[in-house]
């Protein structure tokens, strides 16, 4: 069992940054890929980042490419997502997601990001 908890969220101007933390429970975080998504207010929940289990392999959608950078510590258990040059569409609630494959099943509660514009 895996549980995941998401921290970071909140107002930010447009062009500002934010950084997303994602603390995971669980001896088995070490061989999960994990993830980011969003869901904004009356659409679906989109896919944003991941990331494979040791940290060398990354993949974004091409809205945040160039400007969210997801990692993890697995000493930490702990995976982030930096948020760059952030624009009001990126506005949304951000999930964080675990393995143990990329058909996620794990889930966060989520943490809300308002980028104003």
């Known amino acids: 069992q895996v549980q995941l908890v998401e921290s970071g969220g909140g107002l930010v101007q447009a062009g500002g940054s934010l950084r997303l933390s994602c603390a995971a429970s669980g001896r088995t975080f070490g061989s999960f890929p994990m993830g980011w998504f969003r869901q904004a207010p009356g659409k679906e929940r989109e896919f944003v980042a991941r990331i494979n289990w040791g940290g060398s392999s990354t993949y974004y959608a091409d809205s945040v490419k160039g400007r969210f950078t997801i990692s993890r510590d697995n000493a930490k258990n702990t995976v982030y997502l930096q948020m760059n040059g952030l624009k009001p569409e990126d506005t949304a609630v951000y999930y964080c997601?675990?393995?143990?494959?990329?058909?996620?099943?794990?889930w966060g509660q989520g943490t809300q990001v308002t980028v104003s514009s």
């Open positions: 997601a675990a393995g143990p494959t990329i058909a996620f099943r794990y």
